[in-house]
C-alpha cells in the first residue's frame, strides 16, 4: 500500500538562484546534491517530505525518470511521488485496474552525502487532463537525513494544494485505486460563490483538491508550509528579504497565516502555525 508522501518535483530554469531561494525560506541546510549525466538535482528535506528541484534544460523527460513528461509548460510543480511499503504488490494491484502506469526501474541516487543509494519506482501517467503525473518509490531515501528545525525555520508540509475541473475522477483515482484516505469532502463559500474542496491525507501531509470546473485541466495552485513559530519564522522571512503579508487567522480554526509574496519560482506559498 502507499504509506507516505516523498517528494515534490520541481523544475527551474535557474536551479542555483531557486536552490539559494528555497536555502533561506526554509532557513536550514538540510540538503543535498546529486547528478543524472550532466543534470543537476537539489534535495531539500523537512520532516515530512522534500522537494527535488531539478534544472530545466528544455528537455521533454524531467531528469532521470525517463517515464515521466514535463507537467507544467513553464517551471515549477511538476509531480508528486509517494512511497510504497511494497512496490511489486501495488504494481501488479494498479496494472488490474487499468491503470496507465510504466513498468518497474532501478535507479542510482548519486547524492553527494553519501553513497549511491539503489531505489525502484513507477509511474503513474497522465491520460487526460485530470490527471496528474505521480511516481511510487519503493523507499524514501532521505528518511535518514532529517535534521533538527529550529522553531523560525519551516519544518515540513502542510498542504499542496490541487486545482481541477474534474474533481470526481481525483477522487475515484485517490479512494478507490490508490487508498488515499480522503479526510473530508465539502462545499465551501468565501465570499463569492460555491467550491468544492476535497481534502486527502497522507503521511502528515494534506492533498488539498480544489474544483475549478472553469479551468480545461489540473493544475498546482501552491503549497503550504509548516513552522512552529509563525511569528519568529515571519520575522526571519522579512529579514532574508521576502515579502510577507500580516499574520491572521487561517481557514482552519486554531491556525494562524502568513502569504510569502515572492516565493521561490513566484508559487503561490503560505507559511502556517498554531494560535498561541
Known amino acids: 500500500m502507499l504509506t507516505h508522501f516523498k517528494s515534490i518535483l520541481i523544475t527551474s530554469g535557474n536551479i542555483e538562484e531557486s536552490h539559494e531561494q528555497f536555502h533561506k525560506l526554509f532557513g536550514h541546510d538540510t540538503s543535498d546534491i546529486g547528478n543524472d549525466s ?148 465539502k462545499v465551501f463559500n468565501f465570499g463569492e460563490k460555491d467550491i468544492r474542496m476535497m481534502f486527502f491525507r497522507i503521511g502528515g501531509v494534506t492533498l488539498e483538491v480544489i474544483e475549478n470546473p472553469d479551468s480545461e485541466s489540473l493544475s498546482y495552485g501552491g503549497i503550504g508550509w509548516h513552522s512552529e513559530n509563525i511569528s519568529k519564522c515571519h520575522k526571519r522571512l522579512i529579514d532574508s528579504n521576502f515579502e510577507l503579508s500580516e499574520i491572521r487567522k487561517g481557514r482552519k480554526p486554531g491556525t494562524i497565516v502568513a502569504t510569502i509574496r515572492n516565493a521561490p519560482l513566484k508559487m503561490p506559498t503560505i507559511i502556517i502555525g498554531l494560535d498561541d
Open 38 to 185: 550532466d543534470l543537476k538535482i537539489y534535495s531539500h528535506n523537512l520532516k515530512n517530505g522534500s522537494i527535488e528541484l531539478c534544472e530545466n534544460k528544455n528537455q521533454e523527460d524531467i531528469f532521470y525518470y525517463s517515464q515521466l513528461k514535463k507537467h507544467n509548460l513553464d517551471n515549477g510543480i511538476q509531480a508528486l511521488s509517494i512511497v510504497s511499503d511494497d512496490i511489486f504488490e501495488d504494481h501488479r494491484k494498479f496494472k488490474e485496474m487499468n491503470l496507465n502506469i510504466s513498468d518497474i526501474e532501478e535507479i542510482d541516487f548519486n547524492f553527494r552525502n553519501k553513497k549511491n543509494i539503489k531505489s525502484r519506482f513507477f509511474s503513474l501517467k497522465k491520460t487526460n487532463p485530470s490527471d496528474l503525473n505521480l511516481l511510487v518509490f519503493d523507499q524514501d531515501t532521505a528518511l535518514n537525513d532529517k535534521g533538527n528545525y529550529e522553531d523560525d525555520t519551516i519544518s515540513k508540509f502542510n498542504q499542496i494544494i490541487i486545482y481541477t475541473p474534474d474533481i470526481e475522477h481525483l477522487r475515484d483515482l485517490f479512494t478507490e485505486k490508490l487508498g488515499i484516505r480522503l479526510a473530508l469532502d
